[in-house]
């Protein structure tokens, strides 16, 4: 049936009192060449990045959200070290053990059942360890560069490396696991930023763009190889310690922190923040080139210059910058 068009004012009025209908909604937004199809009336995107308003952020609960964050930071720090360790005093010093047929067929170990006759193999809890610490070495090499050009670099190297210190590296050390990895080869993450080099690399021909693309795809095969290994292994440990376990409430607390660190694999904040940079700073065609990229990138070292400077006065000041972090 033919469906009168409704006034924007006669559809508000209807839709407080809720009595509006899907076709109604139809005939309100249709698009037509002499207007309507309006969707979005109240978004404003200030043009200022919204700078002028960032001393109404600070509140009570953002400062528990910082103290939360370094909480974290603290705890998968201990935890991660001190079990690692514990881990490797209680291997032998050639971290070999008699393989059974869970652990046999690790990818590292049938590597290294091609040398070695038998069937001694790496130890599970070991190789686990070490890909932990390889892991956290990483996050301190990373967070050592960004402090040398925070003490030593340009005014707006120094804030970048803050931006990337607070904002980063600080949340991935509160959260990181050896299976971390598996964060860059899911599909919503690694299709989008597959289809971005490769875009750039069409655009921008040239050595160093066929390069960089060459070297992200031989990354991310290396981030699934590791990713893979940790789950297995960190399966292996979590079955056995179930299976171990004396008590149902020791085999469910054994259950829940593999279920928690299955669940940490993927950072659904900073997957957030880049469909929400994809919206503001990515244009029309919903495309970061690789300009757009470093806009946004300096959007967030000006948002932390900036409350850096309302933060006067605040203790701690630095818990108000992580604060107001993703």
């Known amino acids: 049936p033919k469906m009168s068009r409704i006034s924007p004012a006669d559809s508000e009025a209807t839709h407080r009192a809720g009595t509006i209908n899907l076709r109604e909604v139809w005939s309100e937004h249709r698009y037509s060449e002499k207007g309507g199809g309006v969707f979005?009336?109240?978004?404003?995107?200030?043009?200022?990045?919204?700078?002028?308003?960032?001393?109404?952020?600070?509140?009570?609960?953002?400062?528990?959200?910082?103290?939360?964050?370094?909480?974290?930071v603290v705890l998968n720090l201990i935890?991660?070290?001190?079990?690692?360790?514990?881990?490797?005093?209680?291997?032998?010093?050639?971290?070999?053990?008699?393989a059974d047929p869970t652990s046999k067929h690790l990818f590292l170990n049938n590597f290294i059942g091609i040398f070695i006759q038998g069937d001694r193999r790496a130890s599970p809890a070991a190789l686990l360890a070490f890909l932990e610490f390889g892991m956290l070495?990483?996050?301190?090499?990373?967070?050592?560069?960004?402090?040398?050009?925070?003490?030593?670099?340009?005014?707006?190297?120094?804030?970048h490396a803050l931006a990337e210190i607070l904002w980063n590296i600080v949340p991935d050390l509160g959260s990181f696991s050896a299976m971390r990895p598996l964060h860059f080869v899911t599909p919503k993450i690694f299709i989008p930023s597959f289809t971005r080099?490769?875009?750039?690399?069409?655009?921008?021909?040239?050595?160093?763009?066929?390069?960089?693309?060459?070297?992200?795809?031989?990354?991310?095969?290396?981030?699934?190889?590791?990713?893979?290994?940790?789950?297995?292994?960190?399966?292996?440990?979590?079955?056995?310690?179930?299976?171990?376990?004396?008590s149902f409430w020791g085999a469910l607390l054994v259950s829940a922190a593999?279920?928690?660190?299955?669940?940490?694999?993927?950072?659904?904040?900073?997957?957030?923040?880049r469909r929400l940079f994809t919206f503001i700073f990515g244009g029309e065609d919903s495309f970061i080139s690789e300009?757009?990229?470093?806009?946004a990138k300096t959007w967030q070292a000006m948002l932390v210059m900036h409350m850096w400077e309302k933060s006067k006065g605040r203790?701690?000041?630095l818990g108000g910058v992580i604060a107001l972090g993703p």
């Open 40 to 72: 979005f009336k109240d978004i404003t995107l200030a043009r200022d990045g919204g700078f002028n308003e960032v001393g109404t952020l600070f509140r009570v609960d953002r400062f528990a959200w910082a103290s939360f964050q370094i909480g974290c």
């Open 79 to 98: 935890v991660v070290t001190q079990m690692n360790i514990s881990r490797l005093k209680s291997q032998p010093p050639d971290f070999l053990v008699e």
């Open 137 to 159: 070495l990483y996050h301190f090499c990373r967070l050592a560069r960004e402090v040398v050009h925070l003490l030593w670099g340009s005014e707006e190297d120094g804030w």
């Open 197 to 246: 080099r490769a875009w750039e690399t069409y655009e921008r021909r040239g050595l160093k763009r066929v390069s960089g693309l060459c070297f992200f795809l031989l990354s991310r095969v290396f981030f699934a190889f590791v990713g893979l290994e940790a789950f297995m292994i960190k399966f292996i440990i979590a079955s056995e310690e179930h299976r171990s376990a004396t």
């Open 258 to 273: 593999f279920l928690n660190q299955m669940l940490g694999v993927v950072d659904m904040s900073k997957f957030a923040q």
């Open 291 to 295: 300009y757009e990229m470093n806009v």
């Open 315 to 317: 203790q701690p000041r």
